[in-house]
């Protein structure tokens, strides 16, 4: 799917257009292959006592139900059932940075399709969603309220902003620190941003995952990866203004770019993995809803092989 977000001062009635037609695509392309409104992107065990069933090899003795197993004299458990109410944080980067794209669209433009993703999946069930849009001058916090009105609110108040609040670097780290403070309630926090903020986020992801489920999407242009050879080239630092003539011609320049790029996004990788945060990586040179689909299913893919080890080597789940 190839974004066209309205930027700068935008039409309203375009505005709400473009809203409407992601909503569609969203629901449409992902309704099949999410089930279940509860817990959305990375689903996982509940916490309210459900169903009852015979005890098989593996399942975690914690869930017994002792009451059923003294009346049968066979061992029950109890499934647990999925949470019927789910607090979404969406911390979004607004740093410059995000304002840059020469694909199909802007990082920025990714930014608003991941935080829709996640949230059209989740106000169905009557969950709640809040937002914490990381800006220059501080991060703004939006209050997590249930229903498709607040979440559009949301998505308006992202589209809307004005590339002027888009310079200067943000402070990642405070913001994740500062969530992680006044979010007492574990939930589902996805984290949207390019990474490049200075050091110090890490730890405060690290931080944030120990009680929450983290997702951290990575939104990344290929040009960012890898210089084209277009003769002498000037670069402009969006965040400090810094300018530098750069000889694309030369194919050990390229190189080592391209080495340096990689190297500083498998970093990302690993701190991202290190924390216990999933990861999803959007670009710009490719249909993001595909990327989206795909990173779903493999996550379903390693929970379900997980569980089959679980119970082949008798482990509780």
Known sequence: ??????????????????????????????????AGDHLGLLPGPGTEPGESRAYEVGDDVRRMDWNLTARTTVPHVRDPVADRELELWAVVDRSASLAFGTARCEK????????AAAGFLV??????????????????RVPARAGRTALLALLRRMQAAPRADDTGTVDLAGALDGLARVCRRRGLVVVVSDFL????????????????????????????LELPSVGHLTVVDPETGDRRQVATGRGSLRARYAEAAGAERAAHAAVIAAAGAD????????????????????????RSASAVRSSASGRPR
């Open 123 to 140: 106000v169905r069930g009557g969950n709640r969603v809040g937002g914490l849009l990381v800006g220059p001058g501080g991060a703004v």
């Open 1 to 34: 799917m190839t974004l066209a977000v309205p930027s700068g001062a935008v039409d309203a009635a375009r505005a709400a257009e473009v809203l409407r037609r992601l909503e569609l695509t969203i629901t449409r392309r992902l309704d099949g292959i999410l």
């Open 197 to 224: 903020a200075p050091p110090g986020w890490e730890g405060a992801l690290r931080a944030l995952a120990r009680r929450h489920q983290v997702l951290a999407v990575e939104v990344v242009d290929p040009r960012e």
């Open 108 to 115: 920025r433009d990714l930014a608003l399709a991941a935080v």
């Open 279 to 302: 990861h999803l990586v959007l670009r710009t040179d490719r249909d993001w809803l595909d990327d989206l689909v795909r990173f779903v299913v493999a996550a379903r893919r390693r």
